[in-house]
Nanobody
Framework: QVQLVESGGGLVQSGGSLRLSCSAS????????MSWYRQAPGKERELVGVINHSGRQTNYADSVKGRFTISRDDRSNTVYLQMNRLQPEDTAVYYCGRSWRIDTAIDAWGQGTQVTVSS
């Protein structure tokens, strides 16, 4: 079955960096677009960034452009989110998601990983 497992979250000081990983299994990873979303307490889940199935196209939320980078390694079935210059407002549970294409709906989610940025 489809499985997405996030890792790499934790506590970091403002201005620091973290790299999240999402390990995928149970499907042909290279055929799908992969996304990172986040959800802060009391807020709706929001898109952070997405990478298309070939890895040639990425889109980001305005709030993270220039600070976060999404990438994928199809040999290891893993999608990454490199987060630099973290701010307290980046504190959230981060989820990876799968979609057929970059503009289609997410049809599978991971369990999430907590990122906490202290000021």
């Amino acid at each position: 079955q489809v499985q997405l497992v996030e890792s790499g979250g934790g506590l970091v000081q403002s201005g620091g960096s973290l790299r999240l990983s999402c390990s995928a299994s149970g499907f042909t990873f290279g055929s799908y677009a992969m996304s990172w979303y986040r959800q802060a307490p009391g807020k709706e889940r929001e898109l952070v960034g997405v990478i298309n199935h070939s890895g040639r196209q990425t889109n980001y939320a305005d709030s993270v452009k220039g600070r976060f980078t999404i990438s994928r390694d199809d040999r290891s079935n893993t999608v990454y989110l490199q987060m630099n210059r973290l701010q307290p407002e980046d504190t959230a549970v981060y989820y990876c998601g799968r979609s057929w294409r970059i503009d289609t709906a997410i049809d599978a989610w991971g369990q999430g990983t907590q990122v906490t940025v202290s000021s």
